[in-house]
């Protein structure tokens, strides 16, 4: 059973939270991210979710009640982005390393300055290697689906580590799409209640005092960040898992990474998030034309699925990296990765690096035939025009 | 070198401290490279030194001078530098 409706990216973000029976909601409002936390303020208001929400004076402070709710056992949940994100940044280590297993929607929105309402994804990428999970979706149905999965990655024994649902900001989270609400006792069956371990978990107890928070010399901390390094390794079993789980009962998978079109494709755009969306209508197309093209969307981008990224592109002759974020100085935080990966495999495609979308400029089916062309160009000729490529860049204002 | 406080039967996911103990358990006086020696001829009594004292490791006796723990006191020098009357001498650990 379940409810078939039309809604926002943002209210799907709401529905997963109220069914997913969270009972603490700590967070501060911030376009595009506000409509969350006005839907679940409602629904804990008219008692449809049976939990506290602390209205914080600022990210921060919201981070800083999430963690001490989560450390005394609650099943925790927030949402942020830009601005807000960065503002968390110092206590988002802090959930890190005390494995708490905190999720948070991120709607993903750029960085001041320039100040912009709009989506790129330097805001998270600001906290990718601070221990937390990032998975990145494409619709509505995903959002949901990944907020109610990220609880079960999160707290499960092998993870305990804090999550991020990225969504991009007013792409998706003012995007009405129609969404199949699972019932609750459905979900229930799917993810019961929070029962965190004394034995394992952060846990504090007034009968069996601990000090969490402290300091500690350098003869253990590297210690406590190895484990940590293994937690998000080991966490991509659990994300598999937890993933086919959810789809015996409901029938929808989304797996690490979405290759499509990938088997036979020579050339493949690499991305996260709705330019996924974008360039599958594209591939379409040119699959009719009779190019053997396809598109690897990375979902699951903290933990980095490097096998499942070699096995899908073990035909590529060209990858093509849409970065919908900037690394100042050396090219773009998804190339790098991908470069890691496939550096020392025994496959090694030529790698284009596509800086797109930056600021919420759209990234038009036309962006992404662009991205092809060049990418076909490259796989004829072997050569590479620039190190990046600035899509949509206007030359006449900045010259070159 | 004390002994280690995690070990791997008790190595916690986070670093959280199960059995705390207080400054009282963690005995920071090994730490003291010069000791404070109070020479009982010149003092005063005046417990500036008591007051001083960052950890709490000076106390008075029931015959009204002071005692100084050395189990606690890191040798900092704090209550040398504070005596109005010079009645304490910093010295070398290891020497009278």
Request: hydrophobic share 40%.
């Amino acid at each position: 059973m379940s409810n078939r409706k039309l809604i926002s990216g943002n209210r799907a973000v709401a529905e997963a939270v109220r069914l997913s029976e969270v009972n603490v909601v700590s967070a501060y409002p911030i376009s595009p991210q506000t409509p969350i936390v006005e839907y679940i303020s409602e629904y804990i208001a008219d008692g449809k979710l049976k939990a506290q929400f602390i209205q914080a004076e600022s990210e921060f402070g919201a981070m800083a009640a999430c963690i001490g709710a989560s450390a005394v056992g609650a099943r925790v949940f927030t949402a942020t982005c830009s601005q807000g994100l960065a503002l968390m940044h110092e206590l988002n280590y802090v959930a890190a390393g005390l494995r708490l297993p905190i999720v948070m929607a991120v709607t993903n929105r750029r960085l001041s300055q320039p100040l912009g309402m709009w989506c790129d994804h330097s805001d998270a990428m600001g906290e990718r290697d601070s221990g937390w999970l990032q998975l990145y979706v494409e619709s509505c149905q995903e959002v949901l689906d990944t907020i109610i999965q990220a609880f079960k990655i999160a707290e499960s024994k092998n993870v305990l580590l804090p999550i991020m649902v990225c969504l991009d900001g007013f792409i998706l989270s003012h995007t009405s799409e129609v969404v199949d609400i699972p019932e609750l006792e459905d979900v229930r069956k799917f993810l019961p209640p929070y029962e965190p371990d004394p034995k394992y978990h952060t846990l504090l107890d007034v009968n069996v005092p601990m000090a969490a928070g402290g300091g500690c010399p350098p003869a253990y901390a590297m210690e406590f960040d190895y484990k940590k390094f293994e937690a998000q390794i080991q966490a991509k079993e659990v994300i598999k898992k937890v993933d086919e789980e959810f789809a015996e009962l409901f029938g929808r998978r989304y797996g690490l990474v979405e290759a499509y079109q990938c088997e036979d494709a020579e050339i493949i755009l690499v991305a996260m998030g709705t330019i996924v969306s974008t360039a599958k209508e594209v591939v379409d197309v040119l699959r009719d034309q009779g190019l053997p093209v396809g598109v690897l969307k990375i979902r699951s981008y903290r933990p980095f699925p490097k096998n499942e990224i070699l096995k899908a592109i073990s035909n590529a002759k060209v990858l093509a990296i849409v970065n919908r974020a900037i690394s100042y100085g050396v090219g773009a935080p998804l190339y790098s990765d991908i470069a890691a990966t496939t550096c020392n495999a025994s496959h090694q495609p030529i790698l284009l690096n596509f800086i797109a979308g930056i600021g919420g400029r759209d990234v038009t089916p036309k962006d992404i035939m662009t991205i092809f062309e060049k990418a076909k160009k490259t796989a004829e000729t072997g050569k590479i025009e620039s190190d990046v490529e600035w899509i949509g860049l206007n030359r006449t204002l900045v010259g070159g | 070198m004390s002994k280690p406080y995690w070990t791997k039967e008790n190595f916690p996911i986070s670093p959280t401290i199960r059995n705390p103990g207080g400054s009282l358990a963690f005995k920071a006086g090994m730490w003291r490279m010069m000791r404070p020696v109070i020479d009982p001829n010149k003092c005063t009594r005046c417990g500036i030194c008591e007051t001083f004292c960052p950890d709490m490791a000076i106390s008075k006796l029931n015959d009204g001078s002071f005692n100084i723990n050395l189990d606690y006191c890191k040798g900092c020098g704090i209550c040398a530098n504070e005596c109005p009357v010079k009645a304490i001498q910093m010295v070398k650990e290891g020497r009278e």
